[in-house]
């Protein structure tokens, strides 16, 4: 990068001719002017150069000037567009008045006692805050709603990311959908009946085929953390305080050492004896550690509550295929069209 060596490089002859990173163009531009060398290269340079002279060039500033007409038009277009951030204001109000709703609505039921606040009994999330609100006043208005607001996206679109994976894979895999239907069966007796809590605990091949969807389409594909001090990796890579790491859950799920055949779809992975060869980091989609996902136990029986609901009602049939759907690298997974899925009604 330093000008000196740049200046012994580029105005010798000796060094002109350009590498093997131009072989990548060579079909498409043969040997023009800018891949080839030598005596070719020269004879072209040559003839082409007096296209370049003052005079042509004078006659070209019309047509520079028409393109630029033309450009400064579309970019009046571009600007007259409301800018993206009034969009994003709007967009968030639209969200926190939402919100703020739901808050309020409970913070009603909440002083009339509706919702009982004995000290042992635990509290779904918003009766909790608004009580350490009251009982320890270490959380302001603000802060409730900020966490209704990440609890709201973190809750939501994680979980409809993953249901709309996982109907797509069902849909594809007639066999493990009848297997799932039969575990329904098996464990609900009725199969019209609602599912409770333990068994949902119970089914356990259903939740070996969330586990591998989770593995295929992690809704949280990546994330990211800054280094809080300097550490060498286990392959020897020195890296500083304060680097910006990215850690690709996605491509984890994807190697072919950890989940041979990575790309295909096997709940079989997470049977307890193959589960128990693995790396504990080797399988992350709600992260690990201390700050790995607070609502995993919730997001797992919501999924398995829908699957139910589902699979009781329809025989999912395929449309859009693993191959056919293009991914889209938002901050949760998702597919560039919406995924389609053709639902048969289901005599159970
Ligand atoms: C399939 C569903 C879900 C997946 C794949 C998922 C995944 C994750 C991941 C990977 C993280 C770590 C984020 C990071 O390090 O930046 C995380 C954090 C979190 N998740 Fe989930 N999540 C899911 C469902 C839920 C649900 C249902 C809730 C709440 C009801 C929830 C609430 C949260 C919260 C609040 C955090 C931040 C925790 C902290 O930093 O202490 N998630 N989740």
């Given at each position: ?22 072989d ?8 023009g ?7 070719h ?10 296209a370049?002279h ?23 277009k ?18 926190h ?9 409970r ?30 006043g ?45 575990e ?12 409770v809590?333990?068994?949902l605990?119970?089914l356990?091949?259903?939740?070996r ?28 890579y ?11 859950i ?15 779809f ?17 399988y ?9 996902c ?9 999924l ?24 889209v ?19 159970m």
């Amino acid at each position: 990068m330093s000008p000196e060596d740049l200046a012994l490089i580029l105005p010798d002859m000796k060094h002109s001719k350009k590498s093997i990173a131009y072989d990548l163009i060579h079909r498409w531009l043969g040997s023009g002017l800018l891949t080839s060398y030598g005596t070719h290269w020269q004879v072209r340079r040559k003839i082409l150069t007096p296209a370049f002279h003052f005079s042509i060039l004078q006659d070209f500033i019309l047509t520079f000037n028409e393109s630029t007409e033309e450009l400064v038009e579309l970019l009046k277009k571009e600007v007259e567009k409301p800018p993206k951030f009034y969009e994003e204001r709007k967009l968030i109000k639209l969200l926190h008045n939402f919100t703020n709703d739901i808050i309020a609505k409970r913070r009603k039921d909440f002083h009339q006692g509706i919702v009982a606040s004995q000290k042992k009994k635990r509290l779904a999330m918003l009766d909790l805050l608004l009580t350490v609100q009251k009982e320890e006043g270490i959380i302001d208005d603000e802060g409730i709603r900020e966490e209704v607001d990440t609890f709201m996206f973190e809750g939501h679109d994680t979980v409809s990311s993953a249901i709309n994976f996982a109907l797509m894979v069902l849909a594809n895999h007639p066999t493990v959908q009848e297997e799932i239907v039969q575990e329904m069966k098996d464990v609900l007796g009725d199969t019209k009946k609602k599912p409770v809590y333990n068994d949902l605990q119970e089914l356990k091949y259903m939740e070996r085929v969330i586990k591998e969807v989770l593995r295929l389409y992690p809704s949280v594909h990546y994330i990211s953390r800054e280094l809080g001090e300097d550490m060498v990796t286990t392959t020897g890579y020195k890296l500083r305080k304060g680097t910006i790491l990215q850690l690709h859950i996605y491509d984890l799920h994807y190697n072919p050492v950890i989940y041979p055949e990575p790309e295909k779809f096997d709940p079989d992975r997470f049977l307890p004896e193959n589960c128990d060869k693995r790396h504990p980091y080797a399988y992350i989609p709600f992260s690990a550690g201390p700050r790995n996902c607070i609502g995993q136990r919730f997001a797992m029986l919501e999924l398995k509550a829908v699957l139910c609901g589902i699979l009781s009602n329809f025989t999912l049939q395929p449309v859009d295929t693993p191959e056919s759907i293009v991914m889209v690298e938002d901050i949760v997974l998702r597919t560039k069209e919406n995924i389609k899925v053709k639902f048969v009604p289901r005599e159970m």
